[in-house]
């Protein structure tokens, strides 16, 4: 990376925003943190992030609501997004969620508990593919 | 008070009959029926008086008497029995106040009582002879229908309120349980990923066992929720196209650590090649899951667990073979019932879901699954769960499709 990746992260679990900044904080990237939806999209505004790591289930602004601003809005619909879900049992939710997901350009989709090196991979895999497309565009 | 019938029906009657004719007026079945009626009933109830924890009907019980409470309350119980070897304790289901009924079960067959009832107050109520109120209805059809309409009505009150009941308590379980587990556990993971500092062996070995529990607890409350939506068709809808390879895969990476607690090695094998089958992939994995957690909580640190596929003509066969001590052979039959424990099983963890979920699975996919002990003269033993799953079953989609095929044909 030419320069440190900015990622915001978005879930109403300040343990899991600790604990995901702990995992994160170890590689160089500048971080921030939003509680719910609608503290994300003013967040979006004042700094397009590299990366989004996406909670669904939240109050206010749900998860769906900021990709279907984000994808709907032309500055953010090339941000990467991340979903971070809780863990979905029934096979037929997942797969709404996946497909859901998969039809708004969401790339990732990781399951609480995230192992902090599946997590790290795939925010490594995600900012490349952005650096790479940067590149192609600039 | 309406008087227009009073001159005729109750001219000149005991007055004691009047009062227990309104009384019965209060009464949620009664309120509509004709004073005739209401007068004819009367010949059959009394008034009865009870202490705080009188128990006016049990459980099971032959059905014969009815009771409108009209003062107090009324706690209705059910027997809940975990395993067969524990005390059985009662659940309350519902409650019941003034004009309310309890003891149902006394009007229909089998006639024998779906719940106990236990005051919980000094209660008043006014008893009913159910054998002559039945013999009653029988005669005199007009009176009948409307109180078993009205009963008919009280019956799916109380179910539909117990559905909403499970609903909600299945939404807290999976999700207000679930969330902060979800946090222990990646906090845990943090912290053996060495994010959060180096750890001393000690701890390390320490947040190993946290995170060997909170799986644990993790299964668990999935067993629970889960055997609530066991229905066959439940579990059919999400039937899909997977690589039961990977679904081995990912149960053995399920239980990795707990099987390296106890140094135990999982031996894999697998057939040449795995091909694609229909089933419920994540069904399938909490089965395998399920199966190798058993066989490593029952298994001798340091020994091994097989765990083979096969295919044989148009099956599927799986088999997780243990070292442990086997299943006392009187109590074979009922390992795959719910909260089975086997008597042998001393201080090992657990509910005694896992095998009766995994029947569960296995039968919503025309499948087999048997357990048998493997032990020998030497002293060997072990017990092995055989998976049986047919290779013919179908997505929804399949599905629907034959059904549209079927359709055609019989318009040709």
């Known amino acids: 990376m030419t320069k440190e990746a900015y990622i915001l992260v978005v879930d109403d679990d300040p343990d899991i925003l600790e604990n995901i900044v702990t995992i994160l904080e170890t590689q160089p990237y500048r971080l921030a943190t939003a509680r719910d939806g609608k503290q994300c999209m003013k967040m979006l505004e004042q700094e397009t992030p590299d990366l989004l790591i996406l909670d669904l289930l939240m109050p206010r602004m749900d998860g769906w609501g900021v990709i279907r601003e984000m994808r709907s809005e032309r500055k953010f619909d090339k941000v990467p997004i991340m979903i971070l879900s809780t863990v979905v049992e029934d096979a037929s939710r997942r797969r709404y969620e996946l497909e859901t997901g998969m039809s708004m350009d969401v790339q990732e989709y990781i399951q609480k508990p995230a192992r902090p090196a599946e997590l790290l991979r795939l925010v490594v895999k995600l900012l490349n593919i952005k650096e790479a497309a940067d590149f192609e565009i600039g | ?412």
């Open chain 2, 1 to 412: 008070m309406d008087n227009s019938g009073f001159d005729s029906v109750f001219d000149g009657m005991d007055p004691r009959v009047l009062i227990t004719v309104a009384r019965l007026r209060n009464s949620e079945i009664f309120a509509e029926l004709d004073e005739e009626d209401l007068v004819s009933i009367a010949g059959f109830c009394r008034e009865e008086n009870y202490q705080d924890g009188h128990i006016v009907l049990v459980e099971g019980q032959p059905a014969n008497s009815m009771f409108i409470i009209e003062r107090g309350k009324v706690a209705l119980e059910k027997k809940v029995q975990i395993g067969r070897h524990t005390t059985p304790r009662n659940a309350t289901i519902d409650y019941v106040g003034p004009g309310q009924i309890a003891g149902f079960s006394s009007l229909t067959p089998p006639y024998l009582y779906a719940t106990s009832a236990v005051c919980t107050e000094p209660t008043r109520v006014l008893y009913i002879d159910a054998d002559q109120l039945r013999e009653y209805l029988r005669e005199q059809p007009k009176a009948g229908y409307p109180i078993m309409l009205k009963m008919a009505r009280l019956i799916g009150f109380r179910y539909r309120g117990s559905i909403d009941t499970l609903t909600y308590f299945l939404s807290i379980v999976s999700h207000e349980l679930r969330s902060p587990l979800a946090a222990i556990e990646n906090y845990l993971q943090t912290m053996l990923g060495g994010f959060a500092g180096e750890l001393t062996q000690k701890q390390d070995k320490m947040i190993k066992r946290c995170v060997v529990r909170v799986t644990d607890l993790r299964a668990l409350i999935s067993d629970v929720v889960d055997l609530a939506r066991m229905r066959p068709e439940q579990i059919q809808a999400d039937f899909e196209w997977f690589d039961p390879g990977d679904t081995g895969t990912e149960s053995i990476e399920d239980v990795r650590l707990a099987a390296a607690e106890k140094n135990i090695r999982i031996r894999v094998a697998p057939p040449a090649k795995f091909e694609p089958i229909v089933g419920g992939h994540r069904r399938l994995r909490q089965v395998f899951t399920n199966i190798l957690n058993n066989a490593i909580k029952f298994s001798p640190p340091d020994s091994t667990i097989i765990f083979r596929a096969w295919y044989e003509a148009d099956q599927l066969i799986f088999e997780v073979e243990d070292e442990g001590p086997g299943i006392p052979t009187e109590e074979m039959d009922e390992v795959f019932k719910d909260f089975f424990r086997a008597s042998n099983v001393g201080d090992t963890p657990g509910m005694g879901l896992g095998l009766s979920i995994a029947h569960n699975i296995i039968e919503a996919h025309n499948g087999e699954i048997v357990v048998r002990n493997v032990g020998d003269e030497s002293g060997k033993t072990g017990a092995c769960v055989r998976i049986v799953i047919p290779r013919n079953l179908m997505t929804p989609e399949m599905r629907k499709r034959e059904y549209a095929k079927d359709l055609q044909q019989i318009e040709q």
